[in-house]
């Protein structure tokens, strides 16, 4: 399952996501409806589904201040919101990497992406980081 932050909840978005990504592509805001979500109370209801990633473009709220869990992945793209519709494009790279291709090898992993570079850290808190391949 893949859970869009409310900051890349654009139905187009979902849409391009889910025409490729083979299982469900849902809001964050499906998690608790009818409420406001706070960034702090995501880890705990990511911890109420199986295995979902999450995504979002808010880097500077979740990295290296998410703990890490075996139950969930957080991906963060370095994305200003004039540029969100590039969202889906970095999932699906990263993705397509063999750290990150299935839900197994993503649970555990806080990634930030970038233009240039996917870093992320395990329950180590160690970045580990890698060059997008050509």
């Not at 409310?6 to 805001?29: F, Q």
């Not at 409420?35 to 702090?40: A, M, Q, V």
């Not at 880097?59 to 075996?70: L, Y």
Request: overall charge positive; glycine content about 4%.
């Amino acid at each position: 399952m893949i859970v869009i932050d409310e900051d890349l909840h654009d139905h187009r978005i979902m849409e391009v996501i889910a025409a490729w990504y083979p299982g469900r592509v849902v809001s964050v805001t499906t998690l608790r409806p009818g409420s406001l979500i706070k960034d702090e109370a995501i880890p705990g209801l990511l911890c109420q589904v199986a295995r979902p990633t999450f995504v979002t473009i808010n880097v500077t709220d979740f990295w290296k201040k998410v703990q890490p869990h075996s139950g969930y992945c957080i991906v963060l793209i370095g994305l200003s919101t004039e540029r969100i519709r590039q969202a889906p494009d970095f999932l699906r790279r990263l993705l397509h990497l063999p750290d990150f291709s299935t839900k197994v090898a993503r649970m555990g992993k806080i990634v930030r992406l970038t233009a240039e570079r996917v870093e992320y850290y395990e329950s180590d808190r160690r970045i580990q980081s890698l060059l997008w391949p050509d």
